[in-house]
């Protein structure tokens, strides 16, 4: 099934980031992919710089116009509410993601709206299909789901104090952001 192939090439795109999260995105249309990417915020200074909004510009600048209409987007993880946006806007008719972002990121500093939320009150319809490839994108995220797993079963902040536990531990907090 093509929908399969699209989904793998986007994680072998996701393997090629060097970011804490590693994202891959693939744009296809008319059954062509048009765009491919992975995320680089921390390389390039960039919080734009996920995979889906490094697809969206290569996307439109094959296509010499914004409008991907009949477009299709994988994306190894959950489209953020910045991407969904844009994807909504760029009038992308379906989006594949395997990994719900919320499973794999519990930073309280992202915007907490999923892709399906975006799209329901878009003024145009973008089908989403969410957990696709799932099994796949849990083994790209698999490290990460582990530190992630481990961090909210521990304490690192005594309740009164407010000091720190252990310095091991503050170590391994600041590696994951």
Known sequence: MDNVKY???AISLAKKSKEPIQCGAVIVKDGQII???F?????DYDVTAHAEMHALRKAGKFLQQKNLGNATVYCTCEPCSMCSSALIYARVNTIYYGMPIANIDHDSK???????DIARRAPRHTKVIGKFLYDKCCELYKERLEKTAKLTQTKFWQPLSGKLLSRKKQTSVASLL
């Open 35 to 37: 765009a491919e990417a």
């Open 7 to 9: 989904m793998e090439k």
């Open 110 to 116: 992202r915007i907490k709206i999923t892709v399906e």
């Open 39 to 43: 995320n680089t915020q921390h390389d």
